[in-house]
């Protein structure tokens, strides 16, 4: 049987040095796109949260509604607003009382909320409730068209975090579709974090990974 000639050694140390060099330069490149995108960190991750948040712009309005949860941002928002003359009335939502509110060891989101705003000097005569114990936001939703269409009112802020403003102004806009009620969405930065250092917080990352998911169970569920 006729073999064909074999490779030299010398031709085969080039092969396996040509060969080792492939793999040395696509390593190369991975580590330099790596470096690269640590290095272009910021930008990247501060346009992924441009593109995500969404924040309406404000006017005058019926009435701030306060959903449940953001005790260190919300309430304050809600106050600045009524300061500055675009509302003259702020919605407490009340939600379902938990096990230790229920014991009255901690006070409810309501009773926390209200006691901030009266901190920061709104009188009791300008804080109204909506809803019944409501669980989440679509409960929430509803609970604040149920007012709405009680009162008669035509707009309505709620101000809400950065990460959370697409899925409460999606929520909105399905539980007053029928309505003809203005909702504004006006997204806040968190105390611990802002759109443009999210990544640098683990409260941010948490925040940010958790509302996707959750816009994307909404989507599905509602």
């Not at 003259?88 to 229920?102: C, D, H, I």
């Not at 936001?137 to 707009?155: C, I, M, N, P, V």
């Amino acid at each position: 049987m006729c073999q064909g000639p074999r490779p030299t050694p010398v031709a085969g140390r080039r092969f396996l040095r040509t060969r080792r060099g492939r793999v040395a330069l696509v390593a190369a490149l991975i580590v330099l796109s790596g470096i690269v995108a640590w290095i272009e960190r910021a930008p990247l991750l501060r346009s992924a949260a441009d593109a995500w948040t969404i924040s309406d712009p404000l006017a005058s309005a019926d009435a701030v509604a306060i959903f449940g949860g953001g005790l260190n941002d919300r309430p304050f928002a809600a106050a600045a607003y009524y300061q500055e003359g675009l509302a003259k009335t702020l919605l407490l939502s009340v939600n379902r009382m938990e096990s230790a509110a229920q014991l009255g060891a901690v006070p409810t989101d309501t009773e926390a909320n209200h006691a901030v705003l009266r901190r920061l000097g709104i009188p009791d005569s300008a804080i109204d409730n909506f809803g019944t114990g409501s669980l989440n936001t679509h409960e929430e939703a509803l609970a604040l068209r149920a007012w709405a269409d009680r009162t008669g009112a035509k707009s309505i802020i709620v101000p809400t975090e950065i990460f959370s403003a697409r899925r409460v102004r999606w929520m909105l806009d399905r539980a007053f579709a029928a309505d003809d009620v203005k909702i504004m969405v006006p997204a806040l930065d968190p105390p611990d974090y802002r759109r443009d250092d999210w990544w640098q917080n683990d409260e941010g990352i948490i925040a940010f990974q958790n509302e996707v998911l959750k816009y994307l169970y909404y989507r599905l569920r509602y």
